[in-house]
């Protein structure tokens, strides 16, 4: 009989004294140390949760974006990548289409689906709050195609995020 067939992983010689999952199994990652080095747009502020950079990840990427009171983003799409985006507080006006014609609201708890290569613009719809979301995308690094040719409905507004740690330029 082999290792394997005794329950033994014979990937385990890495830390032998040590339970098999202890390096290799559930990872936390504390909200505050997300990682804002990832593609960025104009109007949101994006942060890495889960990616293979960070945790290994080979088919998700998770994270979260705020966009501030009455601000909207710059039109992007994530390429071949599914999207999924939670709202946790404020209003999310989505825009999507070839020239963002297409509209539609979300509020915490709702779930926003974003199919592949969809040009969209994210909006806050709250004047007077932050919009936060959760995002998960279908593979393991964020893609993101910023698009200059569209004209959007709704123009993007340049919001600098400024907090203790990020200085306005």
């Known amino acids: 009989m082999s290792d394997h067939d005794h329950g033994h992983d014979p990937h385990d010689h890495d830390h032998?004294?040590?339970p098999r999952w202890k390096h290799d199994g559930v990872r936390v990652i504390k909200g505050d140390r997300l990682d804002d080095n990832t593609a960025q747009t104009p109007g949101m502020y994006r942060q890495a949760a889960i990616n293979h950079a960070r945790v290994g990840a080979q088919k998700l990427w998770a994270g979260t974006v705020t966009i501030q009171p009455n601000a909207k983003t710059g039109v992007h799409h994530h390429g071949a990548l599914e999207s999924v985006?939670?709202?946790v507080r404020g209003r999310a006006r989505m825009r999507w289409g070839d020239r963002l014609e297409f509209v539609a609201e979300a509020e915490p708890g709702d779930f926003i689906f974003v199919p592949p290569y969809v040009p969209h613009q994210e909006i806050n719809a709250d004047p007077g709050n932050p919009l936060e979301c959760v995002l998960v995308r279908s593979?393991?690094?964020?893609?993101?195609v910023n698009i200059d040719t569209v004209d959007p409905v709704e123009k993007p507004e340049e919001v600098y995020w400024v907090d203790p740690?990020?200085?306005h330029p």
């Open 16 to 18: 032998p004294h040590e």
């Open 139 to 144: 593979d393991n690094e964020a893609v993101v």
């Open 85 to 87: 985006i939670f709202v």
């Open 165 to 167: 740690i990020h200085k």
